[in-house]
């Protein structure tokens, strides 16, 4: 399948919603994380990849927030948060946010449509993906990009489990986006593969950015010219035993990374674009809590990562309905992330309407 800028001519095709497969997988980086951690820490101070991380470049304009997501329930109810934070700080002091879209890209409106505002995308034909749905990503933003309004000159690509837990300004500029730098893409490290995405002749490996599409702040006439590129390359890399093997669960990020530097965009890499509890200890100035990954504790408030503790907080515990309100605080001695991550869901939970009975499967 390769994506032309001319959309009109898509078939809209069946739902596919495979839920399981992705959203376990996130959880699989045990060991990884633990080796990282030992040796320094979720993001290097100085440097990442190699390069110098850059500064900021605000531009003062507004982005509209948009974010990709299905109808599953577990999506929903992250939804719901998320939106719930980005109300909360969008009119702040030091806030660049504009209008919001839930890009929905399973095919057909569900019940959060008159709670969030919503696109409507078709999923890639039936198959295609192969079970990693978040394929369906880059494809439905194509699409919400030729066909929606979108008053703001800038975007932000955010996700169903990403609070915005400080005021957000356009940390982008014309030319440069701005992106949040992960430990684990590493282009250098994979260039054999990259290679065959990204020619020699484009120009060394290291122009491929250590960052997947989210968190990205984007002006929108780049990202219309990014989004087609993203697709086929996502598909190619899918199509590829070697490279899917390879990449697995983060092959859509990469695809996203190589894209961009095929289109000669490089990105301004943010460490304080977002936290990652429970391996990011504090909140402080930055912007964004991911919380991909499970915080897992003992009464004693030692981290167990990798075993189920007796405090837990996991969004993969409640995959087919929402959690309850009124969470239970972890224990003393667990990181501030980790209790301002709960505060902030239980905050959320406790105003929004019909929560305990709105989301489940």
């Given at each position: 399948?390769?994506?032309?800028?001319?959309?009109?001519?898509?078939?809209?095709?069946?739902?596919?919603?495979?839920?399981?497969?992705?959203?376990?997988?996130?959880?699989?980086?045990?060991?990884?994380?633990?080796?990282?951690?030992?040796?320094?820490?979720?993001?290097?101070?100085?440097?990442?990849?190699?390069?110098?991380?850059?500064?900021?470049?605000?531009?003062?304009?507004?982005?509209?927030?948009?974010?990709?997501?299905?109808?599953?329930?577990?999506?929903?109810?992250?939804?719901?948060?998320?939106?719930?934070?980005?109300?909360?700080?969008?009119?702040?002091?030091?806030?660049?946010?504009?209008?919001?879209?839930?890009?929905?890209?399973?095919?057909?409106?569900?019940?959060?449509?008159?709670?969030?505002?919503?696109?409507?995308?078709?999923?890639?034909?039936?198959?295609?993906?192969?079970?990693?749905?978040?394929?369906?990503?880059?494809?439905?933003?194509?699409?919400?990009?030729?066909?929606?309004?979108?008053?703001?000159?800038?975007?932000?690509?955010?996700?169903?489990?990403?609070?915005?837990?400080?005021?957000?300004?356009?940390?982008?500029?014309?030319?440069?986006?701005?992106?949040?730098?992960?430990?684990?893409?590493?282009?250098?490290?994979?260039?054999?593969?990259?290679?065959?995405?990204?020619?020699?002749?484009?120009?060394?490996?290291?122009?491929?950015?250590?960052?997947?599409?989210?968190?990205?702040?984007?002006?929108?006439?780049?990202?219309?010219?990014?989004?087609?590129s993203w697709v086929n390359i996502s598909l190619r890399m899918k199509d590829?035993?070697?490279?899917?093997?390879?990449?697995?669960?983060?092959?859509?990020?990469?695809?996203?990374?190589?894209?961009?530097?095929?289109?000669?965009?490089?990105?301004?890499?943010?460490?304080?674009f977002m936290l990652q509890p429970p391996w990011d200890l504090h909140v402080?100035?930055?912007?964004?809590?991911?919380?991909?990954?499970?915080?897992?504790?003992?009464?004693?408030?030692?981290?167990?990562?990798?075993?189920?503790?007796?405090?837990?907080?996991?969004?993969?515990?409640?995959?087919t309905s929402p959690p309850p309100k009124n969470l239970s605080l972890p224990?003393?001695?667990?990181?501030?992330?980790?209790?301002?991550?709960?505060?902030?869901?239980?905050?959320?939970?406790?105003?929004?309407?019909?929560?305990?009975?709105?989301?489940?499967?």
């Amino acid at each position: 399948m390769i994506v032309r800028k001319n959309m009109g001519r898509a078939k809209s095709l069946l739902m596919l919603l495979i839920v399981l497969g992705f959203s376990f997988a996130t959880y699989n980086l045990v060991s990884l994380i633990i080796e990282h951690n030992k040796n320094e820490g979720l993001v290097a101070d100085e440097s990442f990849g190699g390069r110098k991380v850059m500064g900021s470049a605000k531009s003062g304009s507004k982005y509209h927030v948009a974010l990709t997501a299905t109808d599953a329930a577990y999506s929903q109810w992250q939804c719901r948060i998320m939106y719930y934070w980005y109300k909360k700080v969008r009119d702040m002091p030091g806030s660049d946010m504009g209008k919001f879209t839930r890009i929905l890209h399973s095919g057909r409106a569900d019940q959060l449509m008159n709670e969030i505002p919503t696109f409507v995308a078709d999923p890639l034909p039936e198959g295609l993906d192969r079970g990693y749905i978040v394929l369906n990503r880059p494809w439905a933003f194509v699409q919400w990009l030729e066909k929606a309004d979108i008053e703001e000159e800038y975007i932000l690509m955010a996700e169903p489990d990403h609070i915005f837990v400080n005021p957000l300004p356009n940390l982008a500029s014309r030319t440069q986006p701005a992106g949040f730098p992960f430990f684990y893409i590493k282009p250098a490290e994979n260039e054999k593969i990259i290679r065959k995405f990204y020619p020699e002749e484009k120009g060394p490996v290291t122009d491929v950015d250590p960052i997947g599409n989210s968190p990205v702040i984007i002006q929108k006439s780049l990202m219309e010219e990014i989004a087609p590129s993203w697709v086929n390359i996502s598909l190619r890399m899918k199509d590829d035993p070697e490279t899917d093997k390879a990449f697995g669960w983060v092959l859509e990020m990469y695809a996203y990374a190589v894209a961009s530097a095929l289109h000669g965009v490089k990105h301004i890499l943010r460490k304080d674009f977002m936290l990652q509890p429970p391996w990011d200890l504090h909140v402080g100035k930055k912007f964004i809590i991911h919380y991909t990954y499970g915080c897992d504790y003992n009464l004693k408030g030692e981290l167990t990562y990798g075993k189920i503790g007796e405090w837990r907080f996991d969004k993969r515990s409640h995959l087919t309905s929402p959690p309850p309100k009124n969470l239970s605080l972890p224990p003393p001695g667990v990181p501030e992330s980790v209790v301002r991550l709960v505060k902030m869901v239980n905050e959320a939970t406790a105003n929004i309407p019909e929560w305990d009975s709105l989301n489940r499967t």
